[in-house]
């Protein structure tokens, strides 16, 4: 059964750092397009950064130049790692994985069930 598992979340303060990680069992993670998303209440699911199974990568303007998404072949995880971390980055970020076409369209073949991510000072 293909499975997504995100980590790294939790409490951060404004200008910090955080990795998130994505691990996947059932499936080659590493054979599809992996990107991440974040959700706030009342908001949908946005797409924030992608990666193609050749490491080509795409991030929003909102955190381009802040966060960066990353693969570890031998791990078989994604990462995003995010820096100078902003109030309007609090939310819950998902890891979904599938073709290129399917992330940016926000509709990954796959999704994991999100990790929390607070800033607060």
């Known amino acids: 059964q293909p499975h997504i598992v995100e980590s790294g979340g939790g409490s951060v303060q404004p200008g910090g750092s955080l990795r998130l990680s994505c691990a996947a069992s059932g499936f080659t993670l590493d054979t599809y397009a992996v990107g991440w998303f974040r959700q706030v209440p009342g908001k949908g699911r946005l797409g924030i950064s992608c990666?193609?199974?050749?490491?080509?990568?795409y991030h929003a303007e909102s955190v381009q130049g802040r966060f960066t998404i990353a693969r570890d072949i031998a791990k078989k995880q994604t990462y995003l790692e995010m820096s100078e971390i902003e109030p309007e980055d609090a939310a819950v970020y998902y890891c979904?994985?599938?073709?290129?076409?399917?992330?940016?369209?926000?509709?990954?073949?796959?999704w994991g069930q999100g990790t929390q991510v607070a800033v607060s000072a």
């Open positions: 979904g994985a599938g073709t290129w076409d399917r992330l940016l369209s926000g509709t990954p073949d796959y």
């Open positions: 990666i193609s199974s050749d490491e080509s990568a």
